[in-house]
């Protein structure tokens, strides 16, 4: 039993960490821990830490949120109150997104992608009827509110004691050849008054960054779009530059109706995302009660990092996105070099194993080099596997050494 008064969530109620690192302090991409060790994480804190454990950012932050405490309101109810930095952050992360089109009218504030998933539910229901059914990839993963449970394939069997979870939901397994997409193309077309929107992620993370063809999704989109059929994209793990993009839809011909962001949105400094909308939404629910609030929906300090982190974006964009480029040629001359199967795209890699105890056996050998890396189990696909997330502006040589260590101990198990 563990002593610990506090439980870690995501698993058996007196669960240890994964990690057992007592964190100090963090500084670029490593995290140190009370001994003085450190660790170079590829994880990019659970893939939120996007820009990595930034000294500029943080001084950012500090001093915006330095004079939010001076004028003494770091909470305001959004439901009740006006304040300048709601339309300010909206207006510039609108402008961010849509880069000089018009893909998206409004944002909602939330506090998760988990919360981003849950309004994304209610907005489909309530623009196109409960009676319709919302599809979504068997191999996704959308978060752990009873929505997000109901819409993720990959845990449909570890969370059903929580049925019943919300129905008229469907699942597909996403498209891994041409058939599979035809299937898919046929489903949409044949059942188009039934189907009310498609939620996915255009990248599946969770399932080890399962990579979908550019012509697949668009050819999926463009079904959609013929048949009134709203798109919904969960990029909580794919904006913010993680595919190269701004976005991952920018790499396709469609836009998305809804858009669900979180994580690198401002670097894990807060519990902070959003719901972007199209104006199709915005017309079909002008007459509608929303209901959906939290207490720190549009949370003053969490806008505030997220617009210095915005302003951080626009500022190295163009850093950023030739460091993503390095990175994706980097990981793949390398683990192609040795044969290693990979998948991945721009700064998110996903390397599949043999079973649980390999996996762990490689992490924990890892840790021990002070590389730490996430990891994925996906009952779905019978697979597991090593994921690295690594930090946007990581040094090519601190990957290239943290790849050479990452090589030779899976060497060591094949």
Known sequence: MSSRSYSIPMGAIDQEPQFDINVKRMEGTYIFDTFGKKYLDL????????????????????????????????????????????????????????????????????????????????????????????????????????????????????????????????????????????????????NADKISAFLLEPIIGSSGTLTIPNEYLNSIMKVCKENDILIVFDEVATGFYRTGSRFKYYDLNYAPDILILSKAINNGILPFGVVAINEKIINGLQSSHIEHFSTQNGNILGISSALQTLSFYRKYESLIVEQVKKIESLYGNSLNSKNIEFRGQGSMLSIPLKDLKVMYRILDRLKNFGVLTYYYNSPTLNECGLTIFPPLLIEEEKLKKALYIIIKSIEQDY
Do not use: C
């Open 43 to 190: 994880r990019s804190g659970l893939w939120n830490v996007s820009l990595g454990y930034n000294v500029e950012l943080y001084a950012e932050i500090e001093k915006s949120f330095s004079e939010i405490f001076k004028k003494g309101i770091p909470f305001l109810d959004i439901h009740s109150y006006q304040h300048e930095i709601y339309n300010e952050y909206a207006d510039a992360l609108l402008d961010f997104i849509n880069n000089n089109q018009s893909d998206f009218s409004k944002i909602f504030y939330t506090n998760s992608g988990s919360e981003g998933t849950e309004l994304s539910i209610k907005l489909i229901r309530q623009f196109a009827g409960k009676e319709k059914i919302i599809l979504s990839f068997r191999e996704g993963y959308h978060g752990t509110f009873f929505g997000g449970m109901s819409v993720s394939g990959i845990d449909q069997e570890i969370t059903e004691i929580y049925e019943p979870k919300i129905n008229n939901i469907e699942f597909k397994t996403y498209p891994t050849d041409k058939i599979s997409l035809e299937n898919i193309l046929a489903y949409l077309t044949n």
